[in-house]
């Protein structure tokens, strides 16, 4: 099972403060790659539909990569 990288908890926990919304994004993306990486589908889903809060959806192609994420994480949680 693979660790969740402290630096980017610490830095998650500081921008929600701060309500520092691109960062919160950013920060999610990655915890969502990570959790992908590991196969642990729960954790990416729960960062992923996080992530989705704060996606600005003019920005149609972070949005539809996004999407995609999520859609081939559910198709992969539904296999296991």
């Known amino acids: 099972m ?3 990288p402290l630096p ?3 830095g998650l926990k500081n921008f929600e403060e701060s309500k520092d919304s ?3 994004d950013y920060c999610c993306d990655h915890m969502g790659t990570v959790f992908v990486n590991s196969q642990n589908y729960e ?9 989705k809060l704060f996606v600005d959806t003019l920005n149609r192609i972070w949005y539809a990569s996004l999407q995609n994420s999520l859609t081939d994480c559910y198709i992969k ?3 296991l």
């Open 2 to 4: 693979q660790k969740t």
């Open 8 to 10: 980017i908890i610490s």
């Open 22 to 24: 691109v960062d919160i």
């Open 43 to 51: 954790q990416v889903l729960f960062y992923f539909k996080k992530e």
């Open 77 to 79: 949680n539904e296999k």
